[in-house]
Nanobody
């Protein structure tokens, strides 16, 4: 079983910064894409940023130039550095990873989610 555990959310004033972390654990063989999504009240969950195992990145237009995604493959951890935060960035942020794990008998590839961490930006 694979678990993703997020940390780093909180309350910050507009213009401030936060850094989110997400650590994967379990019988992990490999992790392909890791990413961050967010969901604001009354809105659909949307992709914020993603990073491949090779380090290629992709960002939503709304966060380009302000957010930076990175990962430490040795620690199975992905980070999201969020700068110049705006009130519209307020949401629950979810970590996501495409993981191949091994249960002792079979390999399994699945899409896993963290429990979410609240980010609130006050104006």
């Amino acid at each position: 079983q694979v678990q993703l555990v997020e940390s780093g959310g909180g309350l910050v004033q507009a213009g401030g910064s936060l850094r989110l972390s997400c650590a994967a654990s379990g019988s992990i063989v490999s992790i392909n894409v890791m990413g961050w999504y967010r969901q604001a009240p009354g809105k659909q969950r949307e992709l914020v940023a993603a990073i491949s195992s090779g380090g290629s990145t992709d960002y939503s237009d709304s966060v380009k130039g302000r957010f930076t995604i990175s990962r430490d493959n040795a620690k199975d951890t992905v980070y999201l550095q969020m700068n110049s935060l705006k009130p519209e960035d307020t949401a629950v942020y979810y970590c996501n990873a495409l993981v191949t794990d091994y249960n002792g008998r079979n390999y399994h590839t699945g899409n896993y989610w963290g429990q979410g961490t609240q980010v609130t930006v006050s104006s």
